[in-house]
């Protein structure tokens, strides 16, 4: 009987055998040339009449019990609800934010603190989508009872068109400043590398004041003012190129 041999290709083993010897050479990667840029920043602001206002109010009551002080809150509360209800304020438009029920201790007495009775607070957020209505209102609120006044904060419906307005301009800020550096600098002025923008624009404080203050107060609604600041990172190369 004959046996039959079997060839065994041998040529990955001496490939690798020469790789490792350095017989054979793999080509370099290429170098990455950094890009040279220009860093600048663009500013831009849009202002606007608020078309919204957000009013806090509330009742506060004492009692020397707690289930007293809860009562009494809850019936004063409710006669402010309906007095909003009466105004053809809807319902979606007002709502709870902050209930409190807390015991009330005597003030200056040595030893341990004595409970002498129980404050209850209801807090509602009113939204009016009519600004002029914000004066009649605070006197409706403090007509029916209301005996805490937050604040009050002034809105623009449309701040984000305002805002994608504002993007716009400041990234042509960005480009003004970018251009007046590449001309001083000799340089050609080339597509953005990175744009960011610094911080988001958060709502208006509230504008306080005080509960005595409220009836007939005047409430000025002046303008609300958006702001955005973005920054760019342009290439540069040499003038002529």
Known sequence: ???????????????????????????????????????VSGEAQVSAPPDLAEIDAGVSTEAKTAREASEANNAAMGRVLLALKGAGIEEKDF??????????????????????????????????RDVTKVASTIDL??????????????????ASKLLDDAREQAIA?????????AKAAGVTLGPPVSISEEGAPGP??????????????????????????????????????
């Open 1 to 39: 009987m004959r046996l039959r041999q079997t060839r065994i290709d041998r040529t990955p083993l001496r490939v690798a055998l020469a790789l490792a010897a350095g017989l054979l050479s793999v080509p370099a990667l290429a170098q990455v040339t950094p890009v040279a840029t220009i860093s």
């Open 204 to 241: 208006a404080p509230f504008r306080k004041m005080a509960a005595g203050m409220a009836a007939s107060a005047p409430v000025a609604q002046g303008e609300e003012t958006l702001q955005v600041t973005v920054s760019v990172v342009w290439a540069i190369k040499p003038a002529g190129q």
């Open 173 to 181: 800020d960005a480009r003004r400043k970018a251009e007046i550096y």
């Open 95 to 128: 709502q709870t934010s902050r209930l409190s029920l807390q015991p009330q201790y005597a003030p200056n007495r040595a030893g341990p603190n004595a409970v002498v009775g129980y404050r209850a607070a209801n807090r509602v957020t009113i939204k009016l």
């Open 141 to 158: 609120l403090v007509a029916a009872g209301a005996n805490e006044l937050g604040g009050i904060n002034f809105m623009v419906s449309s």
